[in-house]
């Protein structure tokens, strides 16, 4: 915390110079006389040094009062708790007095009185500091963030020039939804403590990946991961960190599944759903269960096309928004129309296949074939689109390729079908046989 330990360091100096001022004008020569006599009158020192001046450990006496200064100025300002911050403070004075009563059994005289003088100037110096903005930030933000940011991330919002609105506001963000569809079918087939621990490494596997690039876990359940990116503060790359973000965790899943068959013989069916739209971004709950999110139609829309990955077979679909603001990052494929009856709007769900850098020449010639496959279809001319389908197979094995499979099954169904469709209505966009009910999924 470079914050807290800039001040940590100036409460110390602060507390030091104070000590060395009270020492240059013998208050704490006094003391320790007064404690000397103290210590020969209940015949503490040795008797053979009764009479003799007892030595003194000057070094040890200065090092702990520079750690006293500067550990405490610490603790006072990092730890949030009031309670916690007086334990530390006590069991510093319990410590020093009691080391002074020991080295007296040995005819060594330690005089407290300096350090524990430069202990209590930086615990109340600090406890002034954590009652700023500043100073209580840390705390604000742990009751109100708790553990769904990386360390990382955390540190720098404690680091930055502005604390974030707790407030409430409205701006657009980027939600990344993944889910585990098969964990119904895996409770049958599995034992508990498999099945526990199957999900467990799921969950730790994405939701702290996804931290570590940024994002805000939002929820964290069972078969469900949902994280934000832009939530704490508005960003303008919102879209491309999470669309960056879903290509490597695509990886890191393909390889979970591996380990998993490998150990347990079950591999976990899962998909990565993103979309972006405007959220209203607050504190929600009462005052002993706060919890800060974002709440709008893009997190219900995020977890609703993450669903038709299971359709598909795909593993990252993204929305129109999201392509929108991320498009010259990344190279996608249509997949699919969806309608909303309730906003009435027909919008298109992309496959997040690369990113640019990453997409050579002939995956870009296959995409594009895809690409012009998918008009022929939603034109119905399923012969037209059945060819450049095959187009974008290359040399490859198509199951290779499980969306590309299923639009060209799709396409051969109605073509064998296209004569007892003549028939179907027109009069709306869903008839026409490629877009998909929003509320069905």
Request: net charge negative; glycine share 8%.
């Amino acid at each position: 915390m470079q914050r807290y330990l800039l001040a940590s360091i100036l409460i110390g100096l602060t507390a030091l110079f104070g000590v060395i001022f009270l020492s240059s004008v013998g208050v704490f020569q006094m003391l320790t006389n007064w404690l000397e006599h103290f210590y020969v009158a209940a015949r503490i020192f040795p008797h053979v040094q009764a009479e003799a001046p007892a030595s003194q450990w000057v070094v040890l006496e200065w090092v702990l009062l520079a750690g006293s200064a500067f550990g405490v100025a610490w603790c006072v300002i990092d730890i949030p708790q009031v309670g916690q911050k007086m334990l530390v403070f006590l069991s510093l004075v319990i410590v020093v007095c009691g080391l002074s009563f020991t080295l007296a059994l040995y005819g060594v005289t330690f005089p407290p009185f300096a350090t524990l003088t430069a202990a209590t100037g930086s615990m109340m110096m600090g406890i002034v500091y954590a009652g700023t903005e500043q100073g209580m930030r840390k705390r604000i933000l742990q009751n109100v963030l708790g553990s769904r940011v990386s360390k990382e991330h955390f540190s720098d919002l404690i680091n930055a020039p502005q604390m974030i609105s707790l407030e409430g506001g409205t701006y657009e963000v980027t939600v990344l939804t993944c889910r585990l569809f098969n964990h119904s079918e895996l409770k049958g087939e599995m034992k508990a403590a498999d099945l526990v621990a199957l999900t467990n490494r799921f969950l730790r596997n994405t939701a702290d990946f996804l931290m570590s690039h940024g994002a805000y876990l939002d929820e964290s359940s069972p078969d469900c991961v949902r994280v934000f990116f832009g939530l704490l503060s508005p960003e303008e790359d919102h879209a491309k960190k999470a669309c960056r973000a879903a290509l490597e965790l695509k990886q890191r899943l393909i390889n979970l599944d591996t380990e998993c068959e490998n150990r347990w013989f079950h591999r976990p069916h899962h998909g990565v759903a993103i979309s972006s739209g405007q959220v209203t971004v607050g504190v929600y709950g009462s005052a002993r269960h706060l919890y800060f999110s974002g709440v709008g139609l893009v997190t219900d829309f995020s977890r609703r096309i993450c669903a038709m990955n299971r359709v598909y077979s795909s593993d990252v679909l993204l929305s129109a928004r999201t392509l929108q603001l991320a498009g010259d990052d990344i190279e996608v494929r249509p997949m699919e129309m969806i309608y909303d009856p309730e906003s009435k709007v027909m919008t298109e769900v992309y496959e997040l296949m690369a990113a640019t850098e990453d997409f050579d020449d002939e995956a870009g010639e296959k995409r594009d074939a895809f690409w012009e496959a998918m008009i022929f279809y939603r034109e119905k001319n399923y012969e037209k689109a059945l060819e450049k389908f095959s187009q974008s197979v290359g040399d490859g094995d198509i199951t290779e390729d499980q969306p590309l499979e299923f639009f060209i099954g799709l396409t051969q169904d109605r073509l064998t079908r296209m004569g007892n469709e003549s028939g179907a209505s027109d009069s709306h966009e869903i008839n026409q046989g490629h877009a998909r009910w929003l509320n069905t999924l």
